[in-house]
């Protein structure tokens, strides 16, 4: 599944914004424009960090304009759009919870809508496709978009250059840990700025951040559970057949896709947790 859009009214730093996305996108602005504001929507949607059903609004998350008497109290509104990552890909496995919710999905767009309001203090969603909309509050449906759609928040402290905490001894072999030393010194290298050759730096960082990924976990479970399809598109690697894992594609994936999965691999050492990291990857 994809992110296609995001809507929000009246979240933190933005009034009212539409926000389309692609399969890789980058937001750039100033400071203080709303990138940060429609991340936080996005996690706090999908449940980043949070307990079953819950999304953990709080006062600051309220829109307050500029000026004298806006002392803000409007709804807030966050609405998530979902589309196929690839043509029939709700007609295979895995989709039945969203099948049972929104009957029709597979006659119209093809594309579903989560849409989460609070205001007053208290906070309600609903799905819906292009001619259905769900129960209110439907717990498990928002259970299992949440486990398909899985966020990764990653913090400033994570992108320092400061040496990456060993984590040899929590890696059961010699290649795995070469790998991760690999990565962390590109990642490192890349980071402070003293690459001799970025892209040479890029690409071999995250070769060997694919290639530990794949080591990490064995054999890749079913593209039908939500790590199996997350571990499928960061590693370019269809379901495993047996514990022979192939040489990773060196030509997989754009400049940013490559980027963003060594920024990944490289940052789980620096996030002051990496053993239960890479452990909770197995």
Known sequence: MLLCSVRLENFRAVKSARISFEPTTVLIGENDCGRSSVMEAIALALGWNCAEAEFRFQPFHAHRAAGPGHSGGLPISITLEFGESSPGERDGEGFAPLSRALPDILDHQRRFWLSVTNADGATCWKFRSAGQTSPPEDRRMLDWLRRRMPVFWM??????????????????????????????????????????DVSAAIEAGSTAAKQLLLNRVKLLPDRTTPMGEVLEQLTGRRKARSSMSPAVPRSFGSAAHKIGVLVLVGAIPRSGSAKGEWTSIR
Not at 163 to 185: H, K, M, W, Y
């Open 155 to 196: 913090t400033e402290g994570m992108f320092s250059s400061k040496p990456a905490e060993a984590i040899s001894g929590s890696l059961a072999d010699q290649n795995t840990r070469d790998l991760a030393d690999l990565v962390s010194r590109q990642y490192g290298d890349l980071l402070d700025g003293t690459a001799v």
